[in-house]
């Protein structure tokens, strides 16, 4: 099993990366949060934590080994615990973790289901079903250090989150409204509410 791979970042995706490591390429698969803390790496050398799985139909014997990557062990300690609650599993998770651990742990300590309500692809039920397995499990990641993201922008942390789902909902793809993010957090400005965050986007667009 692949635990942790150190290479040179040579493409960064949306939801993967591609590592070379002497004549070899290798690609990884990676969440929101650690492409965002990653942006500015590409072509450096970086280390990534991993989790090693099969994907595809076992029925079918086709079934291809992929790899998943965090710039921490505890990151990926979390995302394993992610990945335990009942209809969620590593595709899904990998979908939901838009928002740095610290925060995502904290939520599910403060029984916050709005918070969790808000991340791609989880639900009200799913985020029950995470509270109730999870919150006695999460207190030291809550307290975790985090990584200095590339927003160069001040914004509060549940305001990201929120104004990514007001986009998906007015029909943005998940790729653009990630991008339409990106411009508007990469400004030294002050962000307090979805409406300030969602205002200065369309001001990019429309430049």
């Known amino acids: 099993m692949i635990t942790k791979i150190s290479g040179q970042l040579v493409a960064l995706a949306e939801d993967v990366l591609t590592l070379k490591i002497d ?20 072509n450096h050398q970086i280390s990534l934590h991993t989790i090693e799985y099969l994907e595809g139909n076992p029925m079918q014997g086709r079934m291809t080994p992929r790899l998943v990557g965090f710039l921490s062990e505890a990151e990926r300690e979390f995302f394993e615990l992610f990945c335990s609650v009942d209809g969620v599993g590593v595709k899904k998770a990998l979908r939901a973790m838009v928002r740095p651990v610290k925060e995502v742990a904290t939520a599910i300590e403060e029984q916050d289901t709005k918070f969790l309500s808000s991340l791609p692809g989880v639900g009200p039920a799913t985020a029950e079903r995470i509270i109730a ?31 990514y789902e007001v986009l998906r909902s007015l029909g943005h793809s998940e790729s653009d409204a990630r991008k ?7 400004t030294k400005k002050k962000y307090s509410d979805v409406q300030s965050l969602l205002q200065a986007i369309y001001q990019h667009t429309q430049k």
């Open 23 to 42: 004549a070899f390429e290798y690609e990884v698969l990676i969440p929101e949060f650690t492409r965002r803390q990653l942006q500015h790496e590409l």
């Open 133 to 163: 397995k999870l919150r006695r499990k999460v207190p030291k990641f809550a307290l975790m250090v985090v990584h200095e993201e590339a927003y160069q922008a001040e914004v509060q942390p549940d305001v990201v989150s929120e104004t």
């Open 180 to 186: 339409l993010l990106d411009t508007a957090l990469g």
